[in-house]
């Protein structure tokens, strides 16, 4: 089945930019969404479509999918942004088509 | 704007079925432009995909877990439901309800309910 590979941390400063990726096998061919998840709440969708952002969702909150990383990035971190953060894709090919990464937590220093 | 919301015992004995219902407000389990799903996470660890069912009844499930899964929807109370059967302490999960968008090609999740915690244990 496909599998989707993110670091498990990311460390970043606020009011600088952070990164996170998400990695598949020619993941540049799907279509990836992410998932903010705060601690002892539910996971909000961010971006899907790759890097179309639901309406409330700040621009700060961008997207970019190529090759065999998708990259979630945040601009001028707040520290209200700290919370896990999961990427996703459909694999229409699987019998398991749901697939989420691992989750990497965002830790805003 | 739609709203789920899951319901259900908290606690479950081992080898018992544990049974949840969503509801859901705000819009219809009866649109046929969406999917109604399961999605569960265990402690401090990551989401897993239970399955999914559409208005009309047809269903997609995890292969890991579809020889123990039932989804079934209730159009007539707006509610979807999950039965998964001979639960062991390895279910012990916060079970999210979400609203599946999709098209010939991908799938996501919004909105999702706000998690119901279920513990087996006797």
């Known amino acids: 089945s496909y599998v989707l590979t993110q670091p498990p941390s990311v460390s970043v400063a606020p009011g600088k930019t952070a990164r996170i990726t998400c990695g598949g096998n020619n993941i540049g061919s799907k279509s990836v969404h992410w998932y903010q998840q705060k601690p002892g709440q539910a996971p909000v969708l961010v971006i899907y479509y790759d890097s179309d952002r639901p309406s409330g969702i700040p621009e700060r909150f961008s997207g970019s999918n190529s090759g065999n990383t998708a990259t979630l990035t945040i601009s001028r971190v707040e520290a209200g942004d700290e919370a896990d953060y999961y990427c996703?894709?459909?694999?229409?090919?699987?019998?398991?088509?749901?697939?989420f990464g691992g989750g990497t937590k965002l830790t805003v220093l | 704007q739609v709203q789920l919301q899951e319901s259900g015992p908290g606690l479950v004995k081992p080898s018992e079925t544990l049974s949840l219902t969503c509801t859901v407000s705000g819009g219809s389990v009866s649109s046929g432009s969406y999917y109604w799903s399961w999605i569960r996470q265990p402690p401090g660890k990551g989401l897993e995909w239970i399955g999914y069912i559409y208005y009309s009844g047809s269903t997609n499930y995890n292969p890991s877990l579809k020889s123990r899964v039932t989804i079934s929807v209730d159009t007539s109370k707006n509610q979807f439901s999950l039965k998964l059967s001979s639960v062991t302490a390895a279910d012990t999960a916060v079970y999210y309800c979400a609203r599946e968008g999709a098209t010939t090609t991908t799938n996501w999740f919004d909105p999702w309910g706000q998690g119901t915690l279920v513990t087996v244990s006797s």
């Open positions: 996703q894709v459909w694999d229409s090919s699987s019998d398991h088509p749901v697939v």
